[in-house]
Nanobody, 115 residues
Framework: QVQLVESGGGLVQPGGSLRLSCAASGSIFRFSVMGWYRQAPGKQRELVCSIGSGGSTNYAESAKGRFTISRDNAKNTVYLQMNSLKPEDTAVYYC?????????WGQGTQVIVSS
């Protein structure tokens, strides 16, 4: 069973930065697609970005140029560096892992962008 534990959320002012981390248990991390979704109040969950096992990345338009996803296979951890944060980035951010048709989700970490 894979467990994902996110950390790094919090309150930040507009224009500020946060780095989210997601640590995965188990041995399949390095073979998996990792990524981040977010869900704002009253909205559907949406993809923010993802990174393949080989390091290829994919970003939503809203994240391009501001967010960077990276992974450390030695630490079974994926990161999301978020810069130039905007109030509309306020959401619960969820880490996910996809491997051989199975999806696993973290419990979510709250990000609030407000002055």
């Amino acid at each position: 069973q894979v467990q994902l534990v996110e950390s790094g959320g919090g309150l930040v002012q507009p224009g500020g930065s946060l780095r989210l981390s997601c640590a995965a248990s188990g041995s399949i991390f390095r073979f998996s697609v990792m990524g981040w979704y977010r869900q704002a109040p009253g909205k559907q969950r949406e993809l923010v970005c993802s990174i393949g096992s080989g390091g290829s990345t994919n970003y939503a338009e809203s994240a391009k140029g501001r967010f960077t996803i990276s992974r450390d296979n030695a630490k079974n951890t994926v990161y999301l560096q978020m810069n130039s944060l905007k109030p509309e980035d306020t959401a619960v951010y969820y880490c996910y892992l996809a491997y051989r048709g199975q999806d696993y989700w973290g419990q979510g970490t709250q990000v609030i962008v407000s002055s």
